[in-house]
């Protein structure tokens, strides 16, 4: 009788080490694999870091800039922000002009994420940080998009924080081209297009649309995201928006191995100052993401009321108090 219960507590000691060394491969396997999804993007380690300015007095800049920028910056544990930066630039070497500006807030209290589309011609106050080989170029008051062209994510995160009152230390960059592949594996977005859309997108050759609720493919979405003839850049912008919600919205009603394709599929086409732990953390934070709310902003609020030309060109001067606050409201919402 022991003989057998020794047998049968060996053989329970035997299974339970073959079932713990089977959990500890797999979790090693989807540790290394999450690893490896990860050392795909361009990783940016910006060397100084973005932090607040605290006095603001000395900067020369219009009395509405001036205004907006004795509001306190929104700091909260709970809330957090990444800079989401479309660059039109094929040259590596080389900034480019950030052709899209966007700045996705997760907000940890209320369980939402927010996404706000900044107008590239807004007139803002740039700091005195470009590039040295930009130095020439740098003016301290001039159109938003500017600032990455003189600086990159770096010197456009500190703009943004300098104007818009937010926390920003992260970004994340990318043609709208890296959403291609991406849009693909998850077999498409669902837009709503207008019959304008519909007919331009037939135009370009990338299918067969008519007004209403259509499937675009990869390529169909990187059209559509790009246009601009048709009306302006504000809506310009809510279509950028419009691809990337329905993109989100898609995966979150992927099963894990097409979610696993989507992200491998994205990685290689981002740049980012995200570390490691940071891209693994919001990685394994995209199922408790996807039950967060998800509502869009445009800025400025004034939208066409605002636009007017300074130093010949088009750019937006707008009422900064009012644009801050209806900001900071949305982001603690």
């Known amino acids: 009788m022991e003989k057998e219960q020794h047998k049968s507590k060996k053989l329970l000691v035997s299974v339970a080490g073959m079932l713990t060394g089977m959990i500890l491969a797999t979790a090693a396997f989807a540790f290394g694999y999450l690893y490896f999804v990860v050392g795909l993007r361009d990783f940016d380690r910006i060397k100084d870091s973005i932090e607040i300015e605290t006095d603001l007095s000395g900067v020369d800049a219009p009395s509405n800039m001036k205004e907006g920028m004795k509001i306190s910056v929104l700091q909260d544990k709970q809330i957090e922000n990444i800079l989401i930066i479309g660059s039109d630039t094929r040259n590596p070497n080389a900034n480019g002009r950030s052709d899209a500006m966007m700045l996705l807030t997760i907000n940890k209290k209320t369980k939402s994420l927010h996404l706000t589309s900044l107008m590239r011609a807004i007139y803002v106050s740039i700091p005195d940080d470009p590039d040295p080989a930009y130095k020439k170029n740098y003016s301290s008051n001039y159109m938003l998009n500017a600032a990455h062209t003189w600086g990159g994510a770096r010197l456009l995160m500190k703009t943004v924080q300098r104007n818009f009152r937010v926390d920003v230390t992260r970004y994340i960059a990318t043609d709208f081209s890296g959403f291609t592949n991406a849009i693909n594996k998850v077999g498409g977005v669902t837009i709503e297009l207008t019959s304008a859309e519909a007919k331009y997108l037939n135009n370009r050759g990338v299918g067969s649309f008519q007004a209403g609720s259509q499937l675009l493919n990869g390529k169909a979405a990187l059209e559509y995201s790009r246009i601009r003839k ?20 898609k995966m979150k009603s992927s099963n894990p191995a097409q979610l696993t394709q989507t992200v491998e599929a994205l990685m290689p086409e981002i740049k980012t100052n995200l570390t490691d732990t940071e891209m693994m953390s919001y990685i394994l934070g995209v199922g408790t993401y996807s039950t967060y709310s998800f509502d869009q902003l445009m800025l400025p609020i004034e939208t066409y009321e605002a636009m007017t030309y300074i130093r010949g060109m088009e750019m937006y001067d707008i009422d900064w108090v009012k644009n801050i606050k209806a900001l900071h409201a949305f982001m603690e919402s």
């Open 230 to 249: 048709l009306d302006s850049d504000f809506k310009r912008m809510e279509r950028q928006r419009r691809v990337i919600m329905a993109l989100f919205t």
